[in-house]
């Protein structure tokens, strides 16, 4: 790059920032290295590794279009595949200084661009010295590796290492789930924000989250009777469970359509918030449990009804299975109802069963899963039916053995 500043002042080169940056960002310069290949004289060489990248900077210049250059190779760090090291002996090199065989393709290079550094030999003869030792890179897609002799093939070997450790950590770190927010999801959304931190420790946070339910409310007509009313000068007591519990009930009759997202909403929350919490959410989420049976087949409002309620159940069993110290909140706030809902029984029972093929036989999930059978059968007989469809099963399978 100074080369081209040379010509081109900084700003009317105009280069994209990821080019700017093989240059500015700090790394490790391992000189002399020697490039060997099995159909080509070895190559001298300078290599610079950084976090992101890897630079294979030659110092022999190369024919190109006519033109004599010096050609600067760089590798994402994501291309490389793997990093050996290897003795001298695993890669010999005959006296003219060339071997039969393939040479790296590059196909996973990112640029090639050319420089214009002083010309360094490591011998007259240009080949790797016999205390050498080898660094094999090899990329991504199957392509031959490229193989470097020096006696510091060693510390090219760590810096690689810890270069490809460090990227995949920092690329590891959970990040915030992005889902599709539809229009007619927002009433449901922002209700559920409302009433979630309605129950709060933070009392100028509930009372925010008041203010909040009554704009969400008068916002989109949303029929609440009585049970609102704006003032100055409001105090809400540290758990309203009685009066949010009204409030759902209300709008879950009044406004059934936002069950899916509320509900979708909730247990996404479910997953992130405090201890204490949990329990609250599983509590004003009650009423709109009992609407599911509105949504099990996809209308034109609804159009992908069926999938959003199978994914509701399904998450409600995993969460059960992940919190076993909430077991009597799920048994008594979640299982409990979802019984009572006729439409769903089928819905439920193969989601019970497909998560427990999951797990397998004895073991505690599964134990929990008979246990979630056991208290909706215990509410709704229908659930019955899949210990007779279970023989019935078994019994054909006798038979056709």
Same mark, same amino acid.
């Given at each position: 790059l100074n080369?081209l500043?040379?010509?081109? @002042?900084s700003?009317q080169?105009?280069?994209p920032?990821?080019?700017?940056?093989?240059?500015?960002d700090?790394?490790?310069n391992?000189?002399p290295?020697?490039?060997v290949?099995?159909?080509q004289p070895p190559?001298?060489?300078?290599?610079?590794?950084t976090p992101e990248?890897?630079?294979i900077?030659?110092?022999r210049?190369?024919?190109?279009?006519?033109?004599?250059?010096?050609f600067?190779?760089?590798?994402?760090?994501?291309?490389?595949?793997?990093v050996?090291l290897l003795?001298n002996t695993?890669?010999?090199?005959?006296?003219?200084?060339?071997?039969?065989?393939?040479?790296h393709k590059g196909r996973g290079q990112?640029q090639?661009t050319a420089?214009?550094?002083?010309?360094?030999?490591r011998g007259?003869d240009?080949?790797?010295?016999?205390e050498?030792?080898l660094v094999?890179?090899?990329? *991504?897609?199957g392509? @031959?590796?490229?193989?470097?002799s020096?006696?510091?093939?060693?510390?090219?070997f760590?810096?690689v290492?810890?270069?490809?450790a460090r990227?995949?950590?920092?690329?590891?770190? +959970?990040?915030v789930?992005e889902?599709?927010i539809?229009?007619a999801d927002? +009433?449901?959304?922002?209700?559920?924000?409302a009433?979630?931190?309605?129950g709060?420790e933070?009392s100028?946070l509930r009372i925010?989250?008041?203010?909040?339910?009554i704009?969400v409310?008068?916002t989109?007509?949303m029929?609440?009777?009585?049970?609102?009313?704006?003032a100055?000068?409001?105090?809400?007591?540290?758990?309203?469970?009685?009066?949010?519990?009204r409030i759902?009930?209300r709008l879950s009759?009044s406004?059934?359509?936002?069950?899916?997202?509320?509900?979708?909403e909730?247990l996404?929350?479910f997953?992130?918030?405090a201890q204490?919490?949990? +329990?609250?959410?599983?509590h004003?989420i009650?009423p709109w449990?009992?609407?599911l049976g509105?949504?099990?087949h996809?209308?034109?409002s609804h159009p992908d009804?069926?999938?959003?309620?199978?994914?509701?159940?399904?998450?409600?069993?995993?969460?059960?299975?992940?919190?076993?110290?909430?077991?009597?909140h799920?048994?008594?706030?979640?299982?409990?109802l979802?019984?009572r809902?006729e439409?769903?029984t089928?819905?439920?029972?193969?989601?019970?069963v497909?998560v427990s093929? *999951?797990?397998g036989a004895?073991?505690?999930e599964?134990?929990?899963?008979a246990d979630m059978l056991?208290?909706?059968a215990?509410k709704?007989?229908?659930?019955?039916k899949?210990?007779?469809?279970?023989?019935?099963l078994v019994a054909q399978t006798?038979s056709?053995s």
């Open positions: 080369d500043h040379e010509f081109l @002042a700003p080169a105009d280069l920032p990821g080019t700017v940056s093989l240059d500015s700090n790394g490790i391992i000189s290295m020697t490039r290949s099995r159909n190559l001298p060489c300078m290599v610079k590794i990248a890897i630079q900077t030659a110092l210049r190369q024919e190109v279009f006519g033109l004599s250059t010096y600067n190779d760089v590798f994402h760090i994501t291309e490389i595949a793997d050996q003795p695993d890669f010999p090199i005959s006296a003219d200084g060339s071997e039969a065989g393939n040479s990112l090639r420089s214009r550094n002083s010309e360094s030999e007259p240009g080949k790797p010295k016999s050498d030792q094999s890179l090899r990329f *991504e897609g392509n @031959a590796p490229l193989i470097f020096s006696p510091k093939a060693e510390l090219m760590k810096a290492r810890s270069a490809r990227f995949a950590n920092h690329n590891n770190a +959970p990040t789930q889902r599709v539809r229009p927002v +009433p449901g959304t922002l209700l559920n924000v009433l979630l931190n309605c709060s933070n100028a925010s989250a008041y203010r909040m339910l704009s409310v008068a989109f007509n029929d609440v009777g009585h049970e609102l009313a704006f100055s000068d409001l105090c809400l007591p540290p758990n309203p469970l009685q009066f949010v519990f759902c009930t009759i406004a059934p359509d936002m069950t899916l997202e509320l509900l979708s909730a996404l929350a997953t992130k918030c204490n919490m949990k +329990p609250w959410i599983l004003y009650q449990l009992l609407c509105q949504f099990t996809d209308t034109t009804a069926l999938s959003r309620t199978q994914d509701i159940v399904r998450s409600l069993v995993r969460l059960h299975l992940k919190e076993p110290t909430m077991y009597m799920f048994k008594e706030h979640v299982w409990s979802i019984a809902v439409e769903v089928d819905i439920v029972l193969d989601i019970l497909s093929l *999951e797990y004895l073991t505690v599964t134990e929990l899963i056991a208290t909706l215990g709704n007989p229908r659930y019955n899949l210990v007779p469809r279970l023989r019935k006798c056709m």
